[in-house]
């Protein structure tokens, strides 16, 4: 994935309701792990990594580069957001140069079904419209992630196309500050 260029990073942290969205430190080290190691969490995203492996190789501060938001409830992260470029020779696109603005998403099982993840994606993508506004922004799932659907269209993302890719069915939806979803 592609940063999404001189955007102002790392911003100020951002506060919702009940979480911030700030850079990574050095204590989210272990969350990110888990996230990674995570069956539930990898589920569709190509399954988990071997969690020795994550112990070896995850720096002293992982996730620490432009476009990526570690979510914290209380003082400890619970997932992150990353707003990237998405790759020109994926499938799945706005514009035929590709490179538009991709949102993604990952939770710790424990922070499933309590409406942070939809808290935290609304500020991120907020934070987009302000820093890059007027331009759409994407987001491709799996068919069978329901949740992960759920939250799309919750967000206020419409469908633009299905594809198959690693060898599955994926949706492929596009989300704008300019136009209100309906």
């Known amino acids: 994935m592609a940063e999404l260029g001189p955007v102002g990073w790392p911003p100020a942290p951002m506060r919702t309701q009940r979480l911030a969205l700030r850079e990574s430190e050095a204590r989210d080290r272990a ?6 190691a995570s069956p539930e969490v990898r589920t569709h995203l190509g399954g988990p990594r071997p969690r020795a492996e994550l112990e070896r190789a995850a720096p002293e501060i992982p996730g620490r580069r432009p476009g990526l938001f570690v979510v914290d409830l209380h003082g400890a992260m619970i997932g992150t957001i990353t707003l990237d470029r998405r790759d020109a020779e994926r499938p799945g696109h706005l514009r035929p140069e590709g490179l ?10 424990d922070a499933w079904g309590r409406g942070y993840a939809a ?13 890059l ?3 759409p922004v994407v987001l491709c799932t799996q068919i069978a992630n ?4 759920r939250l799309a269209k919750k967000l206020g993302f419409t469908e ?5 890719e690693f060898d599955a069915e994926q949706w492929f939806g596009r989300w704008s500050s300019v136009t209100p979803p309906g």
């Open 31 to 36: 969350a990110f792990i888990d996230l990674f």
């Open 100 to 109: 538009e603005a991709e949102l993604g998403y990952m939770f710790l099982p």
């Open 119 to 131: 808290e935290a994606c609304a500020a991120a993508l907020g934070w987009c419209a302000d820093m």
């Open 133 to 135: 506004p007027g331009e």
């Open 146 to 149: 329901a949740r992960s659907l």
């Open 160 to 164: 633009v196309e299905r594809f198959e």
